[in-house]
T-cell receptor, first 112, second 114 residues
Framework: DAGVTQSPTHLIKTRGQQVTLRCSPK?????VSWYQQALGQGPQFIFQ???????QRGNFPDRFSGHQFPNYSSELNVNALLLGDSALYLC???????????FGAGSRLTVL | AQSVTQLGSHVSVSEGALVLLRCNYS??????LFWYVQYPNQGLQLLLK??????LVKGINGFEAEFKKSETSFHLTKPSAHMSDAAEYFC????????????FGAGTQVVVTP
């Protein structure tokens, strides 16, 4: 049973560019949440998608946007990259109404 | 607003010794509480969670945690550390009506020495 898969695992971008990160949830899960984990810090909630809509959002600017597809997979898009966007981006999936999250291994973004 | 404080960013324990990781939270409503572990280059893995009921919660790998409402604490313990316990540990809190939206602490790095 595949868990949460994320791609790419590592990527390097320059300031001002745009990036798209992808996530496939665990089989049977239909809710996807995204977290940003800066170096030496705990993960911070970005937003959550369920039924192809953003359901909850953390304190992140509009440069951060997302999408969920009919097969429950999800994308995280970040526009106009800043140096401070360098972080590990974690995707987590769950059943609706469940607080138990299954995390992927993350996508490490470096912004130069 | 919720917040989570983990006391000690680094903890060093001897193999076989007690592991104690401290977590205090603030929340306006009774929260759900979690401990996650993160091994290098991996995602987070759930160790245990408290939602309702028994305040002493047992998790995987021999870990347990006790919810103390009066102290707003949810400390994690393991009686005997193993080398494989070396990892980063995160305490997290969620409001009961915000499923999937976790507030994490800054984490505690555990080093196990022979």
């Amino acid at each position: 049973d595949a868990g949460v898969t994320q791609s790419p695992t590592h990527l390097i971008k320059t300031r001002g560019q745009q990036v798209t990160l992808r996530c496939s949830p665990k089989s049977g899960h239909d809710t996807v949440s995204w977290y940003q984990q800066a170096l030496g810090q705990g993960p911070q909630f970005i937003f959550q998608y369920y039924e192809e809509e953003e359901r909850q959002r953390g304190n992140f600017p509009d440069r951060f946007s997302g999408h969920q597809f009919p097969n429950y997979s999800s994308e995280l898009n970040v526009n106009a990259l800043l140096l401070g966007d360098s972080a590990l981006y974690l995707c987590a999936s769950s059943l609706p109404g469940a607080n138990v999250l299954t995390f992927g291994a993350g996508s490490r973004l470096t912004v130069l | 607003a919720q917040s989570v404080t983990q006391l000690g960013s680094h903890v060093s324990v001897s193999e076989g010794a007690l592991v104690l990781l401290r977590c205090n939270y603030s929340s306006s409503v009774p929260p759900y509480l979690f401990w996650y572990v993160q091994y290098p280059n991996q995602g987070l893995q759930l160790l245990l969670k408290y939602t309702t009921g028994a305040t002493l919660v047992k998790g995987i790998n021999g870990f347990e945690a006790e919810f103390k409402k009066s102290e707003t604490s949810f400390h994690l313990t393991k009686p005997s550390a193993h080398m494989s316990d070396a990892a980063e540990y995160f305490c997290a809190v969620s409001e009961t009506d915000s499923w999937g939206k976790l507030q994490f602490g800054a984490g505690t790095q555990v080093v196990v020495t022979p």
